[in-house]
T-cell receptor, first 112, second 118 residues
Framework: AQKVTQAQTEISVVEKEDVTLDCVYETRDTTYYLFWYKQPPSGELVFLIRRNSFDEQNEISGRYSWNFQKSTSSFNFTITASQVVDSAVYFC?????????FGQGTTLQVKP | NAGVTQTPKFQVLKTGQSMTLQCAQDMNHEYMSWYRQDPGMGLRLIHYSVGAGITDQGEVPNGYNVSRSTTEDFPLRLLSAAPSQTSVYFCASSLRGGAAFATNEKLFFGSGTQLSVL
């Protein structure tokens, strides 16, 4: 069975702090994909990143970075120098076969 | 580009009523799916389809029916609404489905339907 766990329900930081959102997954598939999505207060889901199971390189995109470690089945997301506009719910997701399974989501609040 | 279009945006039903949530995409995507979002539960997959005429169950399929008669449309039917089905529903699509994750697995989401069952 596939499962995604985001143990942090809510995180609150002050602007300019760095913050890491944790994601742990379970799957028996050898080929799978991991995703992060952002859901701002407006409600829509915004795609942030996709990573396949054969590519463990970390990725950086501006203030965002992702750390994928197969040994610990984790795909963590770090926001550097957080901003108020980063306030949102962030979802980690796992795709294998025909299904995309989401974690419970982490609500990030960035205070000015 | 319209992308993924969901209708209606808001709906209030009485227990026992039936209704259909509409989802349409104009990107010729093979894969379409329905999720429900509940506080503390994240997004849970209800049903999905990897192509016209093919549907399968997700994590929480009970109480919902789907069909995929065309590539563009993937309606979600509530046959007899229950208060437990009060939720926000998202439709999502991607270019390819099944195991053929070739080049683009980005999932495009609709704007959501907020459903209340009284």
């Amino acid at each position: 069975a596939q499962k995604v766990t985001q143990a942090q329900t809510e995180i609150s930081v002050v602007e300019k702090e760095d913050v890491t959102l944790d994601c742990v997954y379970e799957t028996r598939d050898t080929t799978y994909y991991l995703f992060w999505y952002k859901q701002p207060p407006s409600g829509e889901l915004v795609f942030l990143i996709r990573r396949n199971s054969f590519d463990e390189q970390n990725e950086i995109s501006g203030r965002y970075s992702w750390n994928f470690q197969k040994s610990t089945s984790s795909f963590n997301f770090t926001i550097t120098a957080s901003q108020v506009v980063d306030s949102a719910v962030y979802f980690c997701a796992l795709r294998g076969g025909g299904k995309l399974i989401f974690g419970q989501g982490t609500t990030l609040q960035v205070k000015p | 580009n319209a992308g993924v279009t969901q209708t209606p945006k808001f709906q209030v039903l009485k227990t026992g009523q039936s209704m259909t949530l509409q989802c349409a995409q104009d990107m010729n995507h093979e894969y379409m799916s329905w999720y429900r979002q509940d506080p503390g539960m994240g997004l849970r997959l209800i049903h999905y389809s990897v192509g016209a005429g093919i549907t399968d169950q997700g994590e929480v399929p009970n109480g919902y029916n789907v069909s995929r008669s065309t590539t563009e449309d993937f309606p979600l039917r509530l046959l007899s609404a229950a208060p437990s089905q009060t939720s926000v529903y998202f439709c999502a699509s991607s270019l390819r489905g099944g195991a053929a994750f070739a080049t683009n697995e980005k999932l495009f989401f609709g704007s959501g339907t907020q459903l209340s069952v009284l």
